[in-house]
């Protein structure tokens, strides 16, 4: 036992330290973007940047999280055999592409080009940075459930020096307009997705009959698909919704706000990485008893540090911010402080939604998604048509809040009786 959690802090040490350089490469990033370009292409990118992100984890991440849970638990218990690294790739990639071609064929359906020309160059190019994140997120699982973190890590570092590359082009004024700065990400991102994908893919392709694995594959992902997608739109869909009620000033200041979140975040992946990983071990998916114990002792230790943390970080934002941005989204400030708020609840309860999990609600854990989904559209749809990006913003943050708080709750209402069974 001492040996496992031993593993899992240095596993701990070595994916913070590599997520937080990746983080910071990608906070240059946004630093050098904020600067180079107008407000409009600042627009444009942010924009690109949250949909692809968010396609990419509501699209295959349940496909993702299944991958990883099944090898985590299967290396655990010292199994051999080999999963469907390569199905689980081609599956995501499929969904990615169907997905792009639905929206362009409608887009050509309602404006056709050439006057729809930018509209199409901007699924093309979100559609492509989609498939390089999520192929990066997917060996980085794979990585993780082998407990091999560094070589995880270095993957992130990669796709961070890809992102901050593509700026870099933007601030040496090689291109200076939004889709051509997507388009460079995208390529960077891709590029960075083949080199470990490729060889995984060739290394399981054949490892089991593709009709068992697609049996198995496909019993538990429709369900942690669904969670997935009310997850990641209850992520992103402010913005969606403030690009459409709101002017490109909004957006920017709300995007901006976003990139300095991902800089608060900069602990999250790594944190979230190991709760997936030791939430899938054996003991964890056989005793209900101690997965209520790995809650109750997290909630005790990190509450009151992440609390400190955020406070002092409110307290400098207003010193900080119109530094990096020079003053040009003042609202900026406001917003970063009030989503200061929805992280306190995230980091605290993180374990939440892993344990979830981990119980098999993967019904449950879906359902509460999309409920919290529909009415955060709900909340933040009525008060967008009738106020500013900072209301707007309070309103997102309450209903995310009292998501976390109600998932947690969910999590400890298990029996003891009814401790999870080990999935073969």
């Known amino acids: 036992m001492w040996q496992r959690l031993s593993t899992f802090r240095r596993g701990f040490a070595s994916t913070f330290a590599l ?16 600067r180079s370009l107008s407000v409009e292409n600042f627009a444009y990118v942010v924009l690109f940047l949250n949909v692809g992100q968010f396609a990419g984890s509501a699209l295959t991440g349940g496909m ?25 790739w081609a599956a995501s990639m499929a969904l990615v592409l169907g997905v792009a071609a639905f929206f362009l064929v409608g887009l050509n359906l309602v404006q056709p080009a050439p006057a729809g020309h930018s509209e199409l160059d901007f699924v093309v190019l979100a559609a492509a940075f989609t498939a390089g994140h999520a192929s990066v997120e997917l060996a980085i699982y794979h990585y993780q459930a082998h407990l091999k973190f560094i070589r995880a890590g270095i993957i992130d570092v990669a796709r961070g020096g890809a992102i901050l590359a593509a700026a870099l082009v933007a601030e040496l004024g090689i291109v200076e307009s939004g889709p051509k700065v997507a388009a460079c990400t995208a390529g960077a991102v891709l590029l960075v997705a083949l080199i470990p994908c490729l060889p995984l893919a060739r290394a399981t392709l054949h490892a089991r009959p593709l009709r068992a694995i697609a049996g198995d594959f496909g019993r538990e992902s429709g369900w942690l698909t669904l969670y997935f997608l009310s997850s990641a739109g209850f992520a992103y869909a402010t913005i969606f919704i403030i690009a459409l009620g709101l002017d490109d000033e909004a957006v920017a200041s709300y995007g901006a706000a976003l990139r300095y979140m991902s800089i608060i975040f900069g602990p999250f992946p790594a944190l979230m990485a190991v709760l997936r990983v030791r939430s899938s071990q054996q003991d964890i998916v056989d005793s209900t008893k101690l997965q209520l114990s790995m809650l109750a002792r997290w909630i005790e230790r990190a509450g009151p540090l992440v609390a400190l943390v955020l406070v002092l970080t409110a307290v400098a934002a207003p010193l900080v911010i119109p530094v990096i941005d020079a003053g040009r989204y003042p609202e900026t400030v406001a917003i970063f402080q009030i989503m200061l708020i929805s992280a306190f609840f995230e980091y605290t309860m993180m374990p939440g939604p892993n344990l979830l999990l981990s119980q098999r609600r993967y019904q449950l854990l879906a359902g509460v998604y999309t409920v919290a989904l529909a009415v955060q559209l709900l909340v933040v749809g009525l008060v967008a048509s009738v106020e500013g990006v900072i209301v707007v913003t309070a309103a997102s943050t309450a209903v995310r809040s009292v998501a976390w708080v109600m998932i947690t709750f969910l999590a400890t209402r298990v029996p003891m009786r009814e401790a999870p069974q080990a999935s073969p």
């Not at 985590?72 to 199905?87: C, I, K, N, P, Y």
């Open 64 to 88: 993702r999280m299944r991958y990883m849970r099944v090898e985590a638990e299967r290396v655990s218990r010292g199994g051999s055999e080999q999963t469907g690294f390569a199905l689980a």
């Open 19 to 34: 997520n937080v350089f990746a983080r910071g490469l990608s906070a240059v990033a946004t630093v050098l973007l904020l």
